[in-house]
């Protein structure tokens, strides 16, 4: 089939690359001038395993094209996603001002023939019908429209960055939102090879569930989610803090009802808290829906609660041990919200470089890719360090902040060795505690 993805970020760019890995012929359009020159040149603008691979091999074959030019895109496709960033603003509310410009953009370019307009982006409920609004609004604009034809489908993406490649080819369910039974089967041909398995690590499986549902419940379970997946974690959170306060130990605690099939053993690793560029806005933007229409969110609030705190409280270990932080250096391991990513928007990093500069200290970081790539990535009052033993070097204490897998090998020996005073906060619980230990290394987690 022919494909339009509109918005090349974390979401676009792989569904581009990954639908047209299993046969479709995709053109990708993204109005950042810069980004298509690189996708152009065969980089990728985002870090993603994988991801690299498979756009070399999909445009070498011609199935993948970048352009900056919507209307390219649109008279290509018969499907169009629009797969642009949904920030949340500071009332909490979702910003759909790009999802806004490119549906009218669609509109003014939509010319005769059928065409199936797909939200990728997560967006409030109700948006798929005021997308058909701003596009006919944008068919209106120009004379002589012709006959046209288009239906709006919510497909709301699941995916994890760090995993994105994986998550597309083995999806544990496909959600397809629509009034319309035409579109809905347009989308399940576009997606039979993943429903199939074709492309799946693990083809003995039952075909992938196919979730199809009106407009507003494919919005409200991309929400609903994300809302779920967050309260858990600070469930798991406040847990921990009690356990802090009574001598148990989180890791044995999730073990112990993570066993247990209600509850399951996924989403109950205690740390810092949640961050990164969905569960923070999404869980804001669906209060603010229940807000307007006049329901108090208590449990969802609550969530927000305790995260918010949750990435303070390596801040309360780290003067718990040194007192006084004014005038010390303080070395945090990894920045972007999570590993395997290059994605820094709002992880629980920026809070504490914040935190620690308002109380004083010096912050030094080391982080696999931000530190590699020679770039500042927005970031204010941190020294950024080109290796771990640089980081260590004259430190007081170590906070880990990102669970990178290359952090479980580092020579902690000798970085131990190079610190003030060997203090280590980890904020995920993710080290190995007793070989700390034995390098001379306080160690303080979280809930243990
Ligand atoms: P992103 O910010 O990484 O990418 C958005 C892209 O859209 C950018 O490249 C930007 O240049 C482009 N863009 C903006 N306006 C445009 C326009 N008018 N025309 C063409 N391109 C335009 O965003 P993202 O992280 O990929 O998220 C996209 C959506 O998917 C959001 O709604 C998000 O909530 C949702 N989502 C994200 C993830 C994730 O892990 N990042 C997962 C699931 C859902």
């Known amino acids: ?39 152009k040149s065969g980089q990728s603008p985002i870090y993603e395993p994988g991801l690299s691979k498979l756009m070399h091999e999909s445009a070498d074959v011609g199935r993948l094209e970048f352009t900056v030019d919507l209307a390219t895109g649109v008279a290509h496709g018969e499907v169009l996603f629009i797969a642009v960033g949904t920030p ?36 409030p409920i109700g948006s798929g019908d005021w997308v058909r609004m701003i596009v006919m609004d944008g068919l209106n604009e120009r004379p002589n429209n012709g006959k046209v034809e288009f239906d709006v ?10 995993s994105a490649v994986y998550d597309t080819f083995n999806p544990e369910r496909i959600v397809l939102g629509s009034n319309s039974n035409k579109a809905i089967a347009m989308m399940q041909e576009l997606y039979s090879p993943l429903v199939e398995r074709k492309f799946a690590n693990n083809t003995a499986l039952n075909p992938v569930p196919v979730v199809v549902t009106d407009l507003n419940s494919a919005e409200m379970i991309k929400y609903a989610a994300n809302a779920f997946l967050a309260t858990k974690i600070s469930f798991i959170n406040e847990v921990a803090n009690i356990c802090d306060r009574v001598g148990a130990d989180i890791t044995q605690v999730a073990k112990g009802i993570g066993l247990d099939s209600r509850i399951g053993n996924k989403f ?42 949750q990435r303070l409280i390596v801040i309360e270990k780290l003067q718990q041990e040194l007192k006084i932080l004014k005038g010390k250096t303080i070395g945090l391991l990894g920045l972007t919200f999570k590993p395997n990513t290059d994605d820094m ?4 990093s920026l809070v504490i470089i914040e935190q620690l500069n308002r109380l004083g200290a010096k912050v030094k970081a080391y982080d696999p890719i931000v530190s590699q790539s020679g770039l500042s990535h927005g970031l204010s009052g941190v020294i950024i360090e080109a290796n771990p033993e640089m980081l260590a070097d004259s430190c007081d204490a ?5 669970g990178w897998q290359e952090f479980l090998k580092l020579d902690f020996e000798r970085m131990a060795s190079l610190m003030v005073s060997p203090v280590i906060i980890d904020g995920r619980n993710f080290l190995n505690r007793s070989q700390l230990e034995f390098f001379g290394f306080r160690y303080l987690g979280i809930g243990r």
């Open 345 to 348: 928007r709002d992880a629980p």
């Open 1 to 39: 089939m022919r494909v339009c993805v509109i918005g090349t970020g974390y979401v676009g760019l792989v569904t581009g690359v990954c639908l047209a890995h299993i046969g479709h012929n995709v053109i990708c359009v993204d109005n950042n001038e810069e980004k298509v020159k690189l996708m």
């Open 88 to 123: 949340a603003l500071p009332t909490g509310e979702s910003d759909t001002r790009y999802v806004e410009a490119v549906a009218r953009s669609i509109g003014t370019n939509l010319y005769q023939g059928y065409k199936v307009i797909v939200n990728k982006s997560t967006v």
């Open 398 to 402: 170590l906070v880990l902040v990102t």
């Open 268 to 309: 109950l690793q205690a740390g810092i808290g949640w961050g990164g560029s969905c569960f923070p806005k999404d869980i804001l933007a669906l209060i603010h829906t229940a807000t307007d229409y006049g329901y108090e969110t208590e449990l969802l609030n609550a969530a927000v609660a305790v995260n918010k705190h």
């Open 153 to 162: 489908v919510s497909n709301p993406e699941f995916l994890r960055e760090g």
